[in-house]
């Protein structure tokens, strides 16, 4: 069975990001693929059919950091649409962001990802993330404050 194109998609793709929490840092890879490539962002990618949401989230952190994580709730739901210079839709990814805590693995760059770091919440703007980002980090660690 072949995937359908993620460029210019017949509908939107369901995707998934782990907000990685550990203090006040976070873990932000720099993409690798378009959209948004050489941003820096939170890890994740598409759901695969027969996958939970959990496991892909789990999926998608190991593999872009080298991380293992432990689950947790939903922090926001957003979407990303994005439209070429025609005018036509050429991504649109609804994205589910959850609160994840380290467990094991070691930080490491891989697969869709050029770049991972820890980076503390207070230097965040000097990675240019989106607002969207910015926005889901924080609200990401006022969860885990709460003793989420």
Known sequence: MVEPSRRHPARPIACVGGVIVDGTRVVLVQRGQPPLQGEWSLPGGAVEVGESLDAAVAREVREETGLVVDVGPVVDVLERIHHGDDGRVEYHYVIIDYLC?????????????????????????????????????????????AGA
């Open 101 to 145: 805590r380290p467990r094991g693995g070691t930080l490491a760059c891989g697969s869709d990802a050029a770049a991972a770091r820890w980076v503390d919440a207070a230097d965040l703007p000097g990675f240019k993330p989106t607002q969207k980002v910015r926005d889901v980090v924080a609200r990401a660690l006022a969860l885990a404050g």
